[in-house]
């Protein structure tokens, strides 16, 4: 349909697809087929969760969600601590080379960090 309309003199709006981000996506899906497939990805991230949410309840961080059944895999939120907020976290944090991001939620963002 676009050459169609530019054979018609009227030129149509397209875009090329970010050739890196093509490559990228290749990338990204040979490692996951490379390392026994998808269901072992996918277990992988399944069982770091596991850990990643057992210490932080034996440290005593709360997660945002009800319970670690439903929480993602890839991101974990978690709130505060009792009396702390992003300013006594997140700047201590990222000087040890944590990766951080405030909450986002509207109705809850000061009491959680993401990471």
């Not at 050739?19 to 996951?32: H, T």
């Not at 005593?60 to 890839?74: F, P, Q, V």
């Not at 702390?84 to 963002?109: S, Y």
Request: proline residues 6%; hydrophobic residues 40%.
């Amino acid at each position: 349909p676009i050459m169609k309309a530019y054979e018609a003199r009227q030129p149509s709006y397209f875009a090329t697809p970010a050739c890196n981000l093509i490559g990228a996506l290749r990338v990204g899906l040979e490692q996951m087929q490379g390392n026994g497939g998808m269901d072992n990805y996918f277990k992988a991230h399944r069982d770091m969760k596991t850990k990643v949410h057992a210490r932080l309840d034996s440290m005593g961080l709360k997660l945002l969600t009800e319970s670690s059944d439903i929480a993602s895999n890839l991101l974990s939120c978690i709130r505060y601590p009792a009396g702390k907020g992003p300013a006594d976290i997140l700047p201590q944090m990222k000087k040890k080379g944590w990766i951080l991001a405030a909450g986002l939620h509207p109705d809850c963002a000061a009491e959680y960090f993401r990471c």
